[in-house]
């Protein structure tokens, strides 16, 4: 059993700034990408960042150089920290970590439940 939880969605005024997390648990035994994604109401769910197992990292054009993405593999954490936040950057967002448990020949990729971000004054 894998366990994925995210935290830190709120409501936050234009400017302002929020560090999502995520966390994964369970039988792990390596975590290879992760990222995230986000769903605004009445679109599709979007790609916003991803980071490699070796730190690579891609954005959204949307969001490079206001939002940063990290790891913490010893916590087998993803952050997202969203600087200079605007009301499009209001969503639901989602994280995923693509996760090789013990015994399996692949990794899969699984899913937080969601976290909503509200941008508004």
């Known amino acids: 059993q894998v366990q994925v939880l995210e935290s830190g969605g709120g409501l936050v005024q234009p400017g302002g700034s929020l560090t999502l997390s995520c966390a994964a648990s369970?039988?792990?035994?390596?975590?290879?990408?992760m990222g995230w994604y986000r769903q605004a109401p009445g679109v599709q769910r979007d790609f916003v960042a991803l980071?490699?197992?070796?730190?690579?990292?891609d954005f959204i054009r949307d969001v490079k150089g206001r939002f940063l993405i990290s790891r913490d593999d010893a916590k087998n954490t993803v952050y997202l920290q969203m600087n200079n936040l605007q009301p499009e950057d209001t969503a639901v967002y989602y994280c995923?970590?693509?996760?090789?448990?013990?015994?399996?020949?692949?990794?899969?990729?699984?899913w937080g439940q969601g976290t909503r971000v509200t941008v508004s004054s």
């Open positions: 995923y970590q693509e996760i090789l448990r013990w015994r399996d020949d692949y990794a899969l990729r699984y």
């Open positions: 369970g039988n792990i035994f390596s975590i290879k990408e």
């Open positions: 980071i490699s197992e070796i730190n690579m990292t």
